[in-house]
């Protein structure tokens, strides 16, 4: 070893397919999960005299995703052919953007290891089609050709070398994933394939600002993957430079199982690809009118929603985090907190029960069994007293397996709480006769005596009790004075 302190360079190509319900040059739908080759036709097969027309959504879509990070937005661009042959490519070249891309010289904020605030800028968001899919058979037989994902609109978000850990990796595409989420552009089912990732990963000595030979891993689709990759292919250079050896600029391929990266083929440049402007599209002209229409559409967005949360409604930093993670979970809560007028209690029924029921069920807050005016109501029962907690989980499993309402549970069942301060003043008499050791702690000073009578005068009255008034006849009535 050198004792030569090594530090990593990170850059990542983000493609993410945009949720248009047709194809970004043709009628055919985008719909995943469909029979193979059932959804393509002579234009996105690229047979010959099929002619492209662009897909305006996919367009508006695109100059969304740039002022959602902070983009400049060419208002005139143009589609470019990306001439490359590969076998899930019918046409042989890609429609793509070369030098005039929608979207350019963006950034996003990330919080480091460190909890400081990193930005990581970006270098352009273009428009391009997605390639077909490549399914290969068992051993080696052969390999067969969807060609259903070809032409499926795909941004590809294009940083600058700014990260420098798998942490700093992960935290930009989780913003990224968050904010297409919000902007409603794609659903980024990464399990789908629809947001994926290549690595641009080099490393340099730390004291240098000379950038070293990269590498560039395709097609990860899993935030696990992308970690593991950073982290590997970081150790491969490190003991290639540490042996002398020098790096070799190529394409990778992961390889999840074993845990490695092997070489696809040697890196290529942009002047390999041989650009020129596709002949058969006219170039894209964002006027202002159709500009300003594209932005009334840009919604609030997640860090901004996450400081307004913790701002209105007075919610810890991490909890608003947590509930502006998702834009239909920072909906649902909005929603329960006006029907409760209760933020905080709102905050920890929806990060605690509901989250936990969603988990069980293994469905999103999108297909909650509880909707958010059920959730507010029940918060209303528990602030007014009429119920207690324990009460209240009971109502909410029931509500979640029935889809009963909070008061037609609590009235049929027979769950209202227990205020009545003379009833209570019975119960908690008996208790007091009945455990004259417990009494006699708390007399002494021993003040967690108290909980444990205040659960026996739950026991007694099937958990109706009201605890808060519980707790205070027993304290006065032990101390009469």
Request: glycine residues 6%; charged residues 25%; aromatic residues 6%.
């Amino acid at each position: 070893m050198s004792g030569i302190a090594y530090e990593t360079v990170i850059g990542l190509e983000v493609h993410v397919e945009l949720s248009t319900l047709t194809k970004v040059f043709c009628g055919c739908p985008t719909e995943f999960g469909a029979e193979e080759n059932t959804h393509c036709c002579p234009v996105c097969t690229g047979m010959p005299g099929a002619l492209p027309v662009i897909n305006k959504k996919a367009v508006e879509y695109a100059v969304l995703a740039g002022l959602a990070t902070h983009c400049e937005i060419n208002r005139y661009s143009k589609m470019d052919r990306k001439n490359y042959f590969y076998p899930d490519l019918p046409k042989a070249y890609q429609i793509s953007q070369y030098d005039l891309p929608l979207c350019k010289s963006g950034f996003l904020e990330i919080e480091t290891e460190s909890g400081e605030t990193k930005k990581i800028r970006l270098n352009r968001i273009h428009l391009e089609e997605d390639a077909g899919k490549l399914v290969h058979a068992p051993n080696h037989s052969g390999s067969l050709l969807d060609m259903n994902r070809c032409g499926v609109p795909l941004l590809e978000i294009v940083t600058e070398p700014d990260m420098r850990s798998a942490q700093e990796a992960r935290s930009f595409l989780e913003s990224i994933k968050k904010i297409m989420e919000y902007i409603q552009i794609s659903d980024c089912k990464m399990e789908e394939g629809s947001m994926r990732c290549d690595v641009n990963l080099s490393v340099r000595p730390a004291s240098s600002d000379a950038l070293g030979i990269r590498t560039e891993t395709k097609n990860l689709n899993s935030f696990r993957s992308i970690t593991r990759v950073i982290e590997s292919e970081t150790a491969r250079q490190v003991q290639l430079l540490e042996q002398g050896v020098p790096v070799v600029q190529a394409t990778l391929h992961w390889d999840e199982d074993a845990g490695e990266t092997s070489v696809l083929r040697l890196k290529e440049e942009a002047q390999d690809y041989r650009y020129f402007p596709d002949p058969d599209l006219a170039p894209i002209h964002v006027d202002d009118a159709w500009f300003a229409h594209i932005q009334s559409f840009l919604p609030e967005l997640p860090e901004a929603r996450r400081k307004r949360f913790i701002e209105q409604y007075k919610l810890p930093a991490d909890a608003a985090a947590l509930l502006t993670s998702d834009a239909a979970l920072a909906d649902y809560y909005e929603a329960a907190a006006e029907t409760s007028q209760s933020n905080l209690t709102a905050c920890h029924w929806i990060t605690g029960e509901l989250l936990r029921l969603l988990k069980e069920k293994e469905v999103t807050v999108s297909d909650s069994p509880i909707g958010p005016g059920a959730l507010g109501q029940l918060i209303q029962f528990i602030d007014r007293g009429a119920i207690s907690g324990s009460q209240a989980k009971e109502v909410f499993d029931i509500m979640a397996s029935t889809g009963e309402s909070p008061e037609s549970i609590i009235r049929s069942r027979s769950l209202v709480q227990i205020s009545d301060s003379g009833q209570l003043e019975e119960i908690a008499a008996r208790v007091i006769q009945n455990n004259p050791k417990s009494v006699g702690d708390y007399l002494a000073g021993k003040e967690k005596a108290i909980g444990f009578l205040v659960g026996q005068m739950m026991k007694e009255s099937k958990g109706k009790a009201n605890p808060k008034l519980a707790g205070e006849i027993l304290t006065r009535l032990m101390n009469p004075s």
